[in-house]
């Protein structure tokens, strides 16, 4: 295949000195390139005309003609949820939702219009929204509107869940006799009223106790959520997916067996998933099966911090509360240990300053270097004793640009005011010599990678500003692009063959309608995107972004899949 007629981005080489986390220029564009259709690979490119000698090597079937448009290297999101992304569009919305009469309706309207289904699941409160007095919804409220099918309806951050009493006694629990199992729950809190019973909301780890009991789906309807996320990823622009995925290896192999995998997927499995022997297993270390790999595990450290549950060293502002560990020390050292004796490596859920500390500190003790690529997830509020921990042990930042936006309409309340110069700080992360990737914890928040490139570059929306728009740590356009390319590529250790556009390498890229260096407001154009190539091929022409909810379902009986983005 002949590309030709294009403004191909071309990455400089490092100057002397540099290091792997030094931001690197561009140097200009290249006009024109082959590609290898069979092996997937650049096999020349240049400037200026096409060497007659290589045209005449290409029919006009086999020739792309970008008519001056703007080519970028593949994008990569470096944190994201497929499954959850294909099952999003079946539960209640309740985002935006203003007061309880408004919850309550969408909950009933969306009880009526499906009465085949047993549990009633939603997501998207926020208390704060809700009542001047920011009360939390309780299984009372629940109660009132339906009291005989089980209801359970995540907060906004994912790591809070309000449930009626339906759902409370499928659950197992006695109301004569509260026990143990919902009084001291490791790594949760169940809510209790004045007299002792639930209230209906259930924190952290907590949630569990009701979440395993809604009902199991098959594997014909997880392989269709796997697909519609992957379809969406790749309509938004995306070349290649870090994906957390539970229980999943199996069914990515079955999708790519037919035909269904049009994109890159990094599988990212929980740590627990180690050593379970059954037919469904996790596959060995850096197995690689065509567009698809898995070579790391997901430990999750804290909470969340629109729940005050993610991990601060100081209590949140004007309480004692210093957020949750989901694991003692001595836990994380374990996990941290198991993981990579086992020879995979580790992505670790921290935003909390403590959080982050303990992690750090049990990477350091079992031994992992920067050879082993480890990744602190998040990482939102950091400290300035623990970026050269991260550097020194090579600890990539995997970083959600569009978390400043819509973490900023809270973070002002809650967090102390001394961590915020560490708060989301990526210019400090880049300075202290730490590679940052870029991810959007879609469908948290949308996976269109254009939306986190214009985040990185403005950290707040179009025409206003906000608590966490810090001037001084927005990134300029190559270093917000390098999150997506190169250390997106570097998170994957596939630096070698992608992140640029150049001879030897994948021929994963994307064309754009619009000259976004020369004017990045045209990133959020819903016409943005003209094509997406993967290893090669065209797998989709562009058109307007998708229009899909942004926040997830529910993982069933078929495992735990916490959403680490935590964060509202």
């Known amino acids: 295949m002949l590309v030709e007629n294009g403004r191909i981005w071309q990455w400089a080489a490092p100057p002397d000195g540099a290091t792997v986390a030094t931001p690197r220029e561009p140097r200009g564009y290249a006009n024109w390139m082959t590609v290898d259709e069979k092996e997937g690979r650049i096999t020349a490119i240049g400037t200026g005309d096409v060497p007659e000698f290589v045209r005449r090597q290409h029919s006009p079937e086999t ?50 219009k499906h009465p085949d289904i047993e549990w009633i699941v939603g ?42 009493s339906k759902a409370l006694e499928i659950a197992g629990l006695d109301w004569n006799a509260i026990s143990d199992a919902w009084t001291n729950v490791p790594g949760g809190v169940v809510d209790m009223d004045g007299n002792g019973m639930p209230t209906g909301v259930l924190r952290e780890t907590a949630v569990s106790l009701v979440q395993k009991f809604i009902q199991e789906q098959s594997d014909d309807l997880r ?8 379809q969406t990823c790749l309509e938004f622009g995306l070349t290649a997916v870090h994906t957390n995925d539970h229980n999943a290896w199996y069914l990515y192999q079955e999708l790519q067996a037919a035909g269904l995998v049009p994109i890159r997927v990094y599988l990212t499995p929980d740590q627990n998933e180690i050593g379970r022997s059954t037919e469904k297993q996790l596959p060995r270390p850096n197995t690689k099966d065509g567009l698809l790999s898995c070579d790391r595990v997901k430990i999750f450290s804290d909470g969340s911090l629109g729940a005050e549950t993610a991990a601060l060293r100081e209590p949140y502002r004007d309480t004692t509360n210093r957020g949750v560990l989901m694991e003692s020390d001595q836990s994380m050292r374990d996990k941290i240990r198991v993981a990579h004796a086992a020879g995979y490596r580790l992505e670790v859920h921290a935003i909390g300053d403590r959080a982050a500390a303990q992690v750090l500190s049990a990477m350091e003790a079992a031994g992992l270097s920067p050879e082993d690529r480890p990744i602190l ?28 936006i819509t973490d ?15 708060a989301y700080c990526w210019k400090r992360m ?46 300029s356009f190559p270093e917000a692009l390098q ?59 562009g058109g307007t972004a998708p229009k899909l909810p942004v926040a997830p379902g529910l993982p069933g009986r078929n495992g735990k899949i916490r959403i680490c983005r935590c964060c509202r």
């Open 223 to 230: 392989k269709k959520y796997l697909q519609r996320g992957l």
């Open 377 to 404: 997830t998040h990482c939102q509020i950091l400290g300035p004793d623990l970026l050269p921990v991260m550097a020194r042990l090579g600890v990539i930042g995997d970083i959600q640009p569009s978390f400043v």
């Open 63 to 112: 020739t792309v003609d970008l008519q001056g448009k703007l080519v970028l290297p593949g994008l990569q999101d470096s944190h994201i949820h497929v499954y959850l992304i294909g099952e999003v569009a079946h539960y209640v919305d309740l985002r935006g939702t203003s007061s309880f009469e408004e919850l309550k309706a969408r909950v009933v309207a969306h009880a009526a």
């Open 430 to 475: 880049q300075a202290a010599g730490i590679v940052c990737a870029g991810g959007s914890d879609a469908p948290i928040e949308t996976s269109n990678p254009f939306q986190g490139l214009y985040d990185a570059l403005y950290r707040a929306a179009p025409g206003t500003t906000n608590f966490l728009d810090a001037p001084e740590q927005r990134l």
């Open 123 to 164: 997501f998207g409160w926020e208390q704060d929204k809700l009542s001047a007095n920011a009360r939390y919804p309780s299984r009372l409220d629940l109660d009132e509107i339906l009291p005989n099918r089980p209801v359970y309806l995540w907060r906004a951050c994912w790591h809070i869940a309000v449930v009626n």
């Open 483 to 541: 999150l997506y390319t190169l250390n997106g590529a570097f998170a994957a250790k596939e630096e070698h063959q992608l992140g640029q556009l150049d001879v030897g390498f994948l021929a994963d890229f994307v064309v754009l309608n619009h000259d976004v260096v020369a004017d990045a407001i045209k990133l959020l154009a819903p016409d943005i995107l003209h094509s997406v190539f993967v290893h090669g091929r065209k797998r989709h022409d």
């Open 408 to 422: 900023a309409s809270f973070a002002e309340k809650r967090l102390p005011t001394n961590v915020v110069p560490y």
